[in-house]
T-cell receptor, first 116, second 114 residues
Framework: NAGVTQTPKFQVLKTGQSMTLQCAQDMNHNSMYWYRQDPGMGLRLIYYSASEGTTDKGEVPNGYNVSRLNKREFSLRLESAAPSQTSVYFC???????????????FGEGSRLTVL | AQSVTQPDIHITVSEGASLELRCNYSYGATPYLFWYVQSPGQGLQLLLKYFSGDTLVQGIKGFEAEFKRSQSSFNLRKPSVHWSDAAEYFCAVGAGTGTYKYIFGTGTRLKVLA
């Protein structure tokens, strides 16, 4: 069972470069999320998509853009990377109100991004 | 403002000892409460959750947590810790509206001594 798959797992960028983190889920979930994890700060929500065709800002959206490509895929783009965006990024999904929804978030394994 | 506090950044226990990880929250409505565990290099996995009803909830891997509304707490416990429990533990709070914009605590890293 694949669950939530993120690519790439590791990436090193130079300041000003752009990149896209890809996320796909195979659980037919409605909702998808991008979090960043920094030491001592827990997980902070960057953007989320409640359902296909919608996206909304989370707690720390500045410097990021997202695209909900279809129900399965939710990408996160850094247009001009900055050292402050060095972090571990997690994609997650949830049923989003589907039958059997227990409130659980399902996480990918993370993408470690370093911006020099 | 909504918030989650995990006052212990690091906890070290001996294998076989009991464990309690603290979580306090500030939330305007009746919260949905969660504990997640993160093993090194992995994503987060749900341990247990509280929505309503019995305030003592059981989770996977022998963990339990007790919701105390009067103390705004949702502490995680385990009677006997195993070396494989070494990980980082996150408490989270949110509204059960179908889209879970949870607020996560800063995490507690558990070390288990053999």
């Amino acid at each position: 069972n694949a669950g939530v798959t993120q690519t790439p797992k590791f990436q090193v960028l130079k300041t000003g470069q752009s990149m896209t983190l890809q996320c796909a889920q195979d659980m037919n979930h409605n909702s998808m999320y991008w979090y960043r994890q920094d030491p001592g700060m827990g997980l902070r929500l960057i953007y989320y998509s409640a359902s296909e065709g919608t996206t909304d800002k989370g707690e720390v959206p500045n410097g990021y853009n997202v695209s909900r490509l279809n129900k399965r895929e939710f990408s996160l783009r850094l247009e001009s990377a900055a050292p402050s965006q060095t972090s571990v990024y997690f994609c997650a999904s949830s049923p989003g109100g589907l039958a059997g929804d227990t409130g659980e978030l399902f996480f990918g394994e993370g993408s470690r991004l370093t911006v020099l | 403002a909504q918030s989650v506090t995990q006052p212990d950044i690091h906890i070290t226990v001996s294998e076989g000892a009991s464990l309690e990880l603290r979580c306090n929250y500030s939330y305007g409505a009746t919260p949905y409460l969660f504990w997640y565990v993160q093993s090194p290099g992995q994503g987060l996995q749900l341990l247990l959750k509280y929505f309503s009803g019995d305030t003592l909830v059981q989770g996977i891997k022998g963990f339990e947590a007790e919701f105390k509304r009067s103390q705004s707490s949702f502490n995680l416990r385990k009677p006997s810790v195993h070396w494989s429990d070494a990980a980082e533990y996150f408490c989270a709070v949110g509204a059960g509206t179908g889209t879970y914009k949870y607020i996560f605590g800063t995490g507690t890293r558990l070390k288990v001594l053999a």
